[in-house]
């Protein structure tokens, strides 16, 4: 599946894949689907967009965070983490889903945050 509304694949994957109900979205970072650039600027608004992305997948086979039953959190700083969190919460504020966060020691195009995550009809 895919969407104009999130980046394009920058690799040999799918931005998302839905089998029966489960939507597996592929990790998503802060790349703005109509430049194709990253995001430049703070890191509350890298991870915003990396989150507009996650949610364009999710849109795209017509679901909406509500739907999200596990995320993933990729920052290659995890005293990041409480900022990110920040963000994170204002998409998740309802039923959080389960989640990992988990720091790694780099990500494509110099992120700093990518979220991938399962959804459930």
Do not use: H, W
């Not at 970072?29 to 890191?43: F, N, Q, Y």
């Not at 890298?46 to 990729?74: P, Y």
């Amino acid at each position: 599946m895919t969407t104009p509304l999130a980046p394009a694949a920058i690799g040999p994957y799918s931005q998302g894949i839905l089998v029966d109900d489960r939507l597996y979205v592929s990790g998503q970072i802060a790349i703005d689907p109509d430049s194709g650039s990253m995001v430049e600027g703070t890191l509350e608004a890298e991870t915003i967009r990396v989150l507009e992305n996650v949610e364009a997948v999710l849109n795209a086979a017509s679901m909406g965070f509500e739907k999200v039953v596990r995320c993933e959190v990729f920052m290659t700083d995890i005293n990041d983490y409480g900022e990110v969190n920040e963000v994170y919460a204002r998409y998740f504020n309802e039923q959080p889903p389960a989640r990992q966060a988990v720091e790694v020691s780099a990500l494509p195009r110099n992120a700093r945050v990518e979220i991938s995550c399962i959804a459930i009809r």
